[in-house]
Each structure stands twice: as C-alpha cells, then as structure tokens.
C-alpha cells in the first residue's frame, strides 16, 4: 500500500445524510479506482477515473452515488441520504497511466450507516 | 465478471511452500495476470504480475504455463502472517488496446497454520 490515503479511516452516518470519502492518489498516479466491499463479501469495482474524466462508472449504483478526481486535489466518492445497506468498506486504489503497472490500495474508509 | 477460476480454500504448514493455482483459459494475449491479497480487512495488497514470462520478487514467484490458461502463485516458506485471501486477476493493458481496472473473483483463502 505504497502511499494512497484514504480518509477518514471510520464514518459514521445516519440514515439520510451525505457521506464524502476522500481519496489521495500515489504521488504521479493519474488514475484512481473505487471498489467496495460489503461485510464478508468481495471487492466490487464501482468507478474508474482519470483527472477530470469518468472512464468506466459501470459499478455505481445508478442513485445517489458519485465520484470526481479534480485536476487538483483528491478524489472524491460521495454517498447521498445513506442507507443502511451503504454501510460498507470503500478502497481506492492508484496507478500510473502505464498499463501494466500495479495499482495500489488505500487502507480503505469503514462506512456505517445508523 | 472475473476471468479467473481459483479453489475456495486452501492450508498450508507454516515454513513449507504455498502453490495457489489459478484458471484463466480465456486470457488474451495483451492481458497481464495479477495477483493480490487481502489480509483480514485491510486494503489489498499487491503481490507480483506477468504477462508470459515467469516473474520472482521477494514475496513470490509467479509460473505461467506456456499456452498461459493457467499460473501458479508460489510464497517459498509460507509463515503465519501469509494467511489471507488471495485473488488472481487477469487486466489489460491500455496501450495494446485492453482494460485498465481490476476485477476481483472469490479468491483463494490460504490458512498457513503451525
């Protein structure tokens, strides 16, 4: 996990406010992934972004779910009016533009939903 | 979907080698294979990738038979802290025209045990 920062590590939230899970890429990376991953389940991809573009958003829920990777800053998944089926942990992971590069992992922001 | 077809389970002695096999039959020749783990719920972790070659680093070795449907994930001497899941993953490269993101499958679950 050589340097991708995910904050904050724990959110809470209850139901129906908005959550904003930040994501600072390896310094030279351009490219970030988000994926999530319910209790005892896999890793799901939810979005691939590029500065300033959306590649591929074919993982995120068609409501309430959206991501952005600013020229400058972090990026950004927001979550809003949470449920609780939302309470989950969400990775971001970074890459370089090269294509067979390995990506790596945040530590991840834990999400629950009250 | 993942491309990738890995046993559910699998143990280990603590000191002897782990062989995690893993599937890909329908890997395209652009496509590189990854394999991760993820240790209790922590962020994955980057383990070792190849395109067709076979790769070594200080983690592990990675065998990938010639016709490339299937590889081998190898940890010389497996210790207690190995115990985790471990994905393979098949990803393209986005310069020869492939994919960028990671798609996780189930994994493996290694238990390296005393």
């Known amino acids: 996990n050589a340097g991708v920062m995910q904050n904050p590590r724990h959110l809470v939230r209850r139901r129906g406010q908005e959550a904003r899970l930040r994501c600072s890429p390896v310094k030279g990376h351009s490219h970030v992934y988000w994926y999530r991953q319910l209790p005892e389940e896999g890793l799901k991809f939810m979005v691939y972004l590029q500065k300033e573009n959306i590649i591929d958003e074919s993982g995120m829920p068609k409501e309430r779910f959206s991501a952005e990777f600013p020229k400058e800053g972090p990026s950004i998944l927001r979550i809003q009016q949470v449920v609780r089926g939302d309470s989950a942990a969400y990775f971001c992971?970074?890459?370089?533009?090269?294509?067979?590069?390995?990506?790596?992992f945040g530590q991840g922001t834990r999400l629950t939903v009250v | 979907d993942a491309k990738t077809t890995q046993p559910p389970s699998m143990d280990c002695a603590e000191g002897r080698a782990a062989n995690l096999p893993c599937n890909h039959s329908?890997?395209?020749?652009?496509?590189?294979v990854y394999w991760y783990r993820q240790i209790h719920s922590q962020g994955p972790q980057y383990i070792i990738h190849?395109?067709?070659n076979n790769e070594t680093n200080e983690m592990a070795s990675l065998i990938i038979t010639e016709d490339r449907k299937s590889s081998t994930l190898i940890l010389p001497h497996a210790t207690l802290r190995d115990t985790a899941v471990y994905y393979c993953i098949v990803r393209g490269s986005m310069f020869s025209g492939g994919y960028n993101k990671l798609i996780f499958g189930a994994g493996t679950r290694l238990a390296v045990h005393p």
């Open positions: 190849g395109l067709k």
């Open positions: 992971a970074s890459s370089p533009p090269e294509g067979s590069t390995e990506a790596f």
């Open positions: 329908t890997i395209s020749g652009n496509e590189y």
